[in-house]
């Protein structure tokens, strides 16, 4: 997979790795089950600090994309990883668009709860 | 920069490789002649742990023996090093490697045949302990004056980068790429699993102690079942799925243009696993689409790999990049 981050980017580099992480299991060069590449050899790689991709990694385990075991180093999980990846992605633009035109975090909420509602 | 060619990299390291044997085998000649009527008929040629001689022969079969060793170390290294011309770094080792055998070589016959002149009985030769050290450190030296000799294999390869038409990864300069991906292979993990069966089956009939050779070797094919391949500011490197040694990297300055084409693991390179043939040398864990670097030094390297395109991109991008700014970026 393609680890691509950007010195001038206003995100932060271990967002960009996460984005990174989730776009390739998104569009399915990286399947469940498959190792990612040790995080420090992203660092190294990228030539960026082990505990910047640390960071990035951590945040896909809380977004339930992949698994870190001591040893095994950092799995993509099992089950509807393309499709929660693609989720995911819709998320953070979702947000990314409110913040451009200016809604609250509280509005936002309000906009996908009411979403929610009316979709049941 | 453009630079006139110096004499080829490899001429220069066989030459590292020939010398030292032939110039040993002459300097043995010479001894060999000047102490000839002191030299007992029959020599001592072995000796033992303790420095007393244990094994004798004919001073003229002496002679063509040691010539011979000689010789053939030259024919071997010489050829080694021609033949391993796609990896530099191996082919230094093996240059240094011809000089330094020859050295510790043709310093241990010099030595026994001067503890032969002069003897009476070739029985109460005595060769002390030190002669060993001294040969070994005579290798060492040896190897450590044919390393220098060899040289960076930069050297006298212009530094052209990839052409126009070579597909590129778009990256701004402020961007830092990486490209990793893990190769499989099926051929070497089932040879593994066989041999590790045939280990099973020594073990019972013959014993444990037989059997460790093939233990170790099936268990080596076993646990080489897939190769991480990354792709990156450092060039291409390729390590053992499961640790990070050992590990083979290509350097992006040694990486003239990269590019993917399929591989057919026997046709193209006769087997599976580390791979050399003249005018090229490669990882082939598979039959199948593979990364091929074109090198400076005009010779291929390949690594079997999927989404190889992908790969072959961004180290186009990451050369170009690298022949903007030498310093390297």
């Known amino acids: ?120 | 920069m453009p630079q006139t060619r110096r004499p080829s990299v490899t001429a220069r390291r066989t030459l590292v490789a020939v010398a030292p044997p032939v110039l040993a085998a002459g300097v043995v000649l010479s001894v060999f002649l000047s102490l000839r009527d002191r030299l007992p008929g029959r020599m001592a040629t072995h000796i033992g742990p303790g420095g007393h001689a244990d094994g004798f022969s004919g001073q003229g079969s002496f002679l063509a023996v040691t010539l011979g060793a000689l010789l053939g170390y030259a024919v071997l290294f010489g050829g080694l090093t021609l033949w391993i011309r796609t990896d530099p770094g191996v082919q230094r080792v093996t240059a240094a490697t011809g000089g330094a055998v020859a050295a510790l070589t043709g310093w241990l016959v010099v030595a026994v045949l001067r503890a032969n002149a002069g003897a009476d009985d070739a029985a109460s030769v005595t060769l002390p302990g030190l002669q060993a050290v001294l040969a070994f450190a005579a290798a060492a030296v040896c190897a450590a004056l044919g390393w220098a000799a060899c040289g960076r294999a930069e050297e006298g390869d212009t530094a052209s980068g990839p052409s126009a038409a070579a597909v590129r990864l778009p990256l701004r300069d402020s961007e830092a790429a990486s490209w990793s991906r893990v190769s499989r292979s099926r051929a070497l993990p089932v040879t593994g699993v066989l041999i590790l069966a045939g280990a099973l089956v020594v073990a019972i009939t013959a014993g444990w102690a037989s059997a460790l050779p093939l233990l170790a070797t099936g268990a080596l094919l076993v646990l080489l079942t897939g190769a991480r391949v990354t792709a990156d500011r450092r060039g291409i490197t390729v390590t053992p799925a499961l640790t990070s040694w050992p590990r083979l990297n290509i350097p992006l300055e040694r990486i003239a243009e990269a590019g993917h084409r399929p591989v057919d693991a026997f046709r193209d390179f006769g087997g599976w696993g580390y791979r050399a043939r003249p005018g090229a040398s490669g990882i082939v864990l598979r039959s199948g689409d593979a990364l091929s670097a074109r090198l400076t030094t005009g010779s291929e390297f390949v690594v079997t790999v999927d989404d190889a395109a992908t790969a072959a991109a961004l180290l186009n991008t990451l050369a170009d990049r690298e022949r903007r700014t030498p310093t390297g970026g």
């Open chain 1, 1 to 120: 997979m393609l680890f691509r981050v950007d010195h001038s980017s206003p995100v932060t580099l271990g967002d960009q790795i996460a984005a990174a992480v989730r776009g390739a299991i998104a569009d399915g060069s990286v399947r469940s089950g498959e190792r990612l590449p040790p995080a420090r050899e992203v660092a190294g790689s990228l030539g960026i600090n082990l505990h910047t991709v640390l960071r990035g990694y951590q945040r896909l385990r809380e977004e339930g994309l992949i698994e870190l075991r001591r040893g095994r180093g950092a799995v993509v999980t099992a089950g509807p990883s393309p499709a929660r990846a693609r989720l995911t992605v819709q998320a953070r633009q979702l947000v990314a668009d409110a913040r451009a035109i200016g809604l609250s975090d509280d509005e936002l909420l309000a906009l996908v709860r009411t979403s929610l509602t009316d979709g049941t």
